[in-house]
């Protein structure tokens, strides 16, 4: 077996791990976490780590350095899943960050490299992503802790289930005092690299996204007395600004737009909707721009109502300013990959990932491996052995290149 | 009080009788319509007919003439609403004919007539319209009694319950054997009438409709990695064809075409939509026309997905025919009209009647009623005072004038 294989094995072996049998669901401080760690920390010490659990649950795993008073590097990712998740979405980077530190073997660096696998990435069981990173960058705030599951338990209290103390995260959770940059490898997520025919990428920067919520209201009419021209058709208002939405992104380098959900009121087959719900998520690696565009689709919604007497209302749902990484990181991660024989596109990332969180308080890259078919959150997620060789070869590249004070 | 405003307040004395206190909403064979029996018999008595109550629960009132043998005109129309209903669809035409037979007094006529309050046109109990007309024309089948309401009860055990008897419904249902005419007045649920500054229309026809669920399969995708180009959006495939609904139908005289409600699936904010269900409902007084715009828009839909790799499918729900109104009865009812002082429209009824089940037994026509604002199943539906008297005034001439072998 390649050293590539053994990584998909091992994702596949702990994809196994899960809350619904047949499937692959691991959530946040859920049963199956604890069989995930002990498969993790086995893995972990077997490679000769210092393993700790800190007290969100997140894993954290040690190669200390000969070099007295060295600083620290991070490789991470998340170990919680979607429902019905795939085996690579977050597992990745931290098996491949493990298999990484098993190919130095005892290759003095003058660094710690500290693994962690961060417990809460999702967002699905609190309804709020990201806990766990915000926890480490100390961002995480007793309003945070006093949000419920679906089943009315706080997240202290669940942590507390998992046997671990909320009122000591701030001394376990936090970064290492001395860590100097951070390297998250991830699957892509999306088409991008498979449409290039690349298997890497180094991310520039994690988009800024808008989300709205779009209110038309026109009038409920019947659909058999109603002429045409005496509609006030609150539907072929939004769809109208629907088919713009697309086009005007499809226009506009590097802007994504979606109506992801459309609620027709009163919603039924002979009533002329008086009232439609419709979602607007808007993303782009520049701040300006995407403001730029959301002001775009709100004038053409409303165009698109005033058509029709139809009057609209947009209701900001919630906001993320775009988020650079590091650039020097990112270099070194290019000039790894091409020492390794391996050719590395740039690209945005239209997600969101624990490096966004990171970023703002220690030099942060992330390293993109192609998603056969675009697939992820789908139980058909999968990678190339080639692609997971090329990223292998290309972090350890890194690992051997880097220097603390360069 | 006038003659018009009487009948207004029987109808809005009749609208506080409801199965829903603080409301309108009077179900087939619901406690409600047991004391609307109540009030509406005592009405018809008052004013000198012979009165029963037939096994769907219809009342029938019987003014007879002097002649014997004398044929029987039908005045009809229905007393269930749908859920949180307005005053006047349905009962103003039973109560208008009421009306009509009082001012009569003891006027010698040449034929009896029937009022015929229908128990069931809504469709609203058993998710099916028009059953009392159906029983009434010998069109009310086993499978029909056998449907069940929201809480399991047959038709027939829904009869037996109010203390009716569903086996004899073909002896008491059917209408009198010697029927000649049968007329309707109804309010329009149209805002044709109020755009055109008139009180009564003619109708000419009823219109055919078709009925379509359209499914619209692309790919599910994460709205933030995947590229606008790499898309294969269900939703901005289905806008597109809805706007091109909306405006097919606004360039083709007398269509009416509208979806009424949509679904997005999975419905994310954050998901590029991978499947939508929309439904398609298509009017027309031409069937050969009807069919035309539903083969255009069909075309459209799949042009609108192919596109995108979007593949529709179109599955018929319903379809039913344009149903011609009597023409000579028609004529006679604009006469009458003229005679009393009053302009009359024509117009197409875009709504489903009793009216269309009697037409192919009986020659039959129908008055609309302008609707104020258009408004229809809603609690603030309305008429205006001049109107009512309008439509009285044409009813008793239509009533002196008709003989019944013209």
Not at 17 to 44: N, Q
Not at 91 to 103: D, R, S
Not at 233 to 250: K, M, N
């Amino acid at each position: 077996m390649t050293r590539a294989a053994k990584i998909i094995d091992r994702c596949r072996e702990l994809a196994r791990i899960s809350d619904v049998p047949g499937e692959t669901t691991r959530l946040f401080l859920s049963p199956a976490t604890r069989d995930a760690h002990t498969l993790l920390l086995w893995w972990m010490r077997q490679a000769g780590l210092e393993t700790r659990t800190d007290d969100t649950g997140s894993l954290r795993a040690v190669r200390r350095s000969a070099h007295a008073n060295a600083p620290t590097l991070l490789l991470f990712s998340h170990i919680d899943t979607v429902p019905n998740a795939g085996p690579f979405d977050g597992p990745l980077g931290v098996i491949l960050a493990l298999a990484a530190i098993e190919e130095l073997h005892n290759t003095p660096l003058p660094f710690n490299i500290e693994i962690v696998a961060f417990s809460e990435e999702e967002g699905v069981r609190f309804s709020f992503p990201f806990l766990s990173s915000l926890a480490a960058t100390g961002q995480l705030t007793p309003e945070h802790l006093a949000r419920t599951d679906s089943e009315g338990i706080t997240l202290a209290q669940a942590i507390r289930n998992f046997g671990l103390d909320p009122d000591c995260i701030a001394e376990t959770c936090a970064l290492p005092a001395n860590c100097f940059a951070a390297l998250e490898v991830h699957i892509e997520q999306g088409p991008v690299l498979e449409a290039d025919d690349a298997s890497l990428a180094v991310v520039e920067a994690i988009v800024g996204q808008s989300r709205f919520q779009l209110t038309f209201e026109g009038q409920a009419n019947h659909a058999g007395t109603t002429p045409m021209s005496l509609r006030h058709d609150a539907l072929a208002a939004a769809a109208q600004w629907i088919v713009e939405v697309e086009r005007y992104a499809a226009s506009y380098t590097q802007l994504v737009a979606t109506v992801g959900r459309v609620e027709t009121f009163p919603g039924a087959m002979n009533i002329v909707p008086g009232k439609v719900i419709a979602t607007l998520d808007v993303r782009h690696p520049r701040d300006e721009s995407r403001h730029a565009a959301v002001a775009h689709l709100l004038t053409k919604a409303e165009a698109a109502g005033a058509l029709r007497g139809v009057t609209v209302h947009a209701r900001l749902q919630s906001e993320q300013k775009a988020v650079p990484m590091d650039h020097a990181l990112a270099q070194h991660l290019h000039q790894a990959a091409g020492r390794a024989g391996f050719a590395t596109h740039s690209m945005f990332s239209g997600a969101g990932h624990d490096a966004m969180i990171l970023a703002p308080y220690i030099p942060t890259t992330m390293l993109f491996v192609r998603s056969p078919g675009g697939l992820s959150h789908h139980p058909d997620e999968t990678v190339r052995e080639q692609d997971i060789e090329a990223a292998l070869a290309t972090v350890i590249n890194f690992l051997l290149h880097l220097h603390p004070h360069r």
